[in-house]
């Protein structure tokens, strides 16, 4: 589903974010990426949409080298995957509805299809009460939750997570946790990129197929040699 | 197609939202482009009006060629196939000395002046009237018609003709660089619009390229607001020149009065009113086209 195959990247600069990494994550697995602030999470998860571009090497996402895309057809790549970022990055000038209807406005959907997958995406995480809210009055736990379903909103294939727990707590990071095996159970692959050690090890005694990528300073550690 | 309606659709109410947010800064926007366009607007309604003024005035172009004192008759009639042969004529008629001094007589206090008059002074002459005002034909026709046999003099009557097309054809280049000039405002006007607009949408364009919209799908709000804007501006500018002609109308009318003549202003026609507020909302759309191309690279 995604392949990495000796990519490198390296910034204006020369800071060298990723060092010659190879993996591939099959069609419905869970992946955890870890490891310390700056070990490349971040940049492989923004290689898979092509918001960064590999200095070498090739990225394949559903069969599709992203390497060597178009700058036009990028957008159709990104509607196959559901970005959760680790700044959310919602609007804060409209409702929960009409943040979570942004990804289908985007492809088009008529407004009446558009309105049930919306309400649908809600009540997976909880918020369907809440659709009329403007998303500054809701708790972190409940903004990070409202990205889940902006994100799943278009079921896509794949689900790319960027630090999704980083500022809740325990129980609010596992009631998140559980969205996600939701996810994998219904066979979504996930890449989460988190250095939050509790929550892969909650996951692991929850699921199968769910497996760790460990970083080091843009390398993959030896841990996840196959 | 559907889809493709749909998309539009979205935009299009996406573009009036964005207007309705921005409140009174999109409706100074509107007054600016109404008024930019006004100027131009009114100039050219009023250009039309003088150009209907002019055609009601006897506008036909004619030459008048005297025949010498001494020609017989005969010779005088003899010119009429001549005449008649040169190119664009439209009728040649002939003025009998004697019916020229039988109107002149009649003519009010000249009549008096005629009477004291021993012989008949006046030669027999032909009127040419010529199909079209061009202004190279008639000295042409005038130069030939003087070297024709018994011709003694040839008169073209149609100088200040000439004069008002001339002044006529000033003001159509004087309207279309006015126009011209204030598009170009127009258009920067919309460019600074939406790149405010862009700016203060930073968040929702970045968002959306990252969850795949198209370069299409975030630039179509921005176009439809610009041409919207540049619309509206136009008919805001069309009501103004509506307004202005109204104010008009009634002093035109009074002069026209005193000159003993029937005459009001018309409105530009529905033709030129749809026509102006198309153009517009081009103008507008170029300008969010320009400032959208250097924003979004």
């Known amino acids: 589903m995604i392949s990495f195959s000796e990519v490198h990247k390296s910034y204006a600069g020369g800071l060298s974010a990723l060092r010659g990494v190879s993996f591939v994550v099959g069609e419905g697995e869970l992946v955890f990426l870890t490891g310390h602030s700056g070990a490349g999470k971040s940049t492989i998860l923004k290689l898979i949409p092509a918001i960064e571009r590999p200095s070498s090497g090739n990225v394949i996402v559903n069969g599709q080298n992203v390497s060597a895309l178009r700058t036009q057809a990028i957008p159709y790549l990104r509607r196959n995957l559901g970005l959760i970022f680790q700044d959310q990055k919602l609007l804060f000038d409209r409702s929960v509805f009409d943040n979570v209807a942004l990804p289908l406005a985007i492809t088009g959907f008529g407004s009446a299809d558009a309105a049930k997958r919306v309400r649908a995406a809600l009540d997976k995480v909880g918020l369907l009460a809440r659709e009329k809210a403007n998303p500054i009055s809701l708790s972190g736990g409940e903004q990070q939750r409202l990205a889940i379903a902006r994100a799943v909103v278009h079921r896509p294939a794949i689900l790319l997570a960027d630090e999704p727990t980083a500022n809740l707590d325990l129980s609010h990071a596992r009631q998140l946790m559980d969205m996600f095996l939701t996810f994998h159970q219904v066979g979504v692959t996930i890449m989460i990129a988190t250095h939050d050690t509790a929550l892969i090890e909650y996951a692991t005694s929850h699921a199968k197929r769910v497996r760790e990528l460990p970083l080091s300073a843009g390398a993959l550690a030896d841990k996840a040699a196959p | ?297």
């Open chain 2, 1 to 297: 197609m559907k889809a493709w309606l749909v998309q539009h659709a979205a935009a299009l109410r996406r573009a009036l939202d964005m207007l309705r947010h921005a409140g009174w800064s999109a409706l100074a926007n509107v007054l600016v482009t109404g008024i930019a366009l006004a100027l131009p607007l009114g100039a050219y309604t009023l250009l039309v009006n003088l150009e209907r003024a002019a055609q009601r005035l006897d506008a036909t172009p004619e030459i008048s060629v005297f025949v010498t004192p001494d020609a017989k008759r005969a010779e005088a009639l003899a010119l009429e196939s001549a005449l008649k042969a040169l190119a664009g004529v439209k009728a040649v008629r002939f003025v009998a000395r004697e019916t020229a001094l039988a109107s002149l007589k009649s003519a009010g206090h000249l009549g008096e002046l005629a009477a004291t008059l021993g012989a008949n002074p006046l030669p027999d002459a032909w009127i040419v009237t010529l199909n079209h005002t061009s202004g190279g034909l008639l000295q042409q026709h005038a130069a030939s018609i003087t070297k024709m046999p018994r011709v003694d003099q040839v008169q073209v009557d149609t100088a200040w003709v000439q004069r008002a097309g001339a002044a006529l054809q000033l003001g159509r280049y004087a309207v279309l660089m006015l126009a011209a000039m204030l598009s170009l405002a127009l258009v920067a006007v919309a460019f600074n619009t939406i790149r405010l607009q862009v700016l203060t949408q930073h968040a929702e364009i970045e968002l959306s390229q990252l969850l795949g919209a198209t370069d299409g799908f975030i630039q179509r709000p921005f176009l439809y607001a610009g041409a919207v804007t540049g619309a509206l501006g136009g008919a805001a500018a069309l009501g103004m020149v509506y307004l202005a002609l109204q104010v008009l109308a009634q002093p035109v009318t009074d002069l026209a009065r005193s000159y003993a003549t029937e005459f009001s202003l018309q409105y530009l026609t529905a033709a030129d009113a749809a026509t102006a507020a198309l153009f517009a909302a081009g103008l507008g759309w170029l300008g969010a086209f320009l400032s959208l191309r250097q924003q979004l690279r």
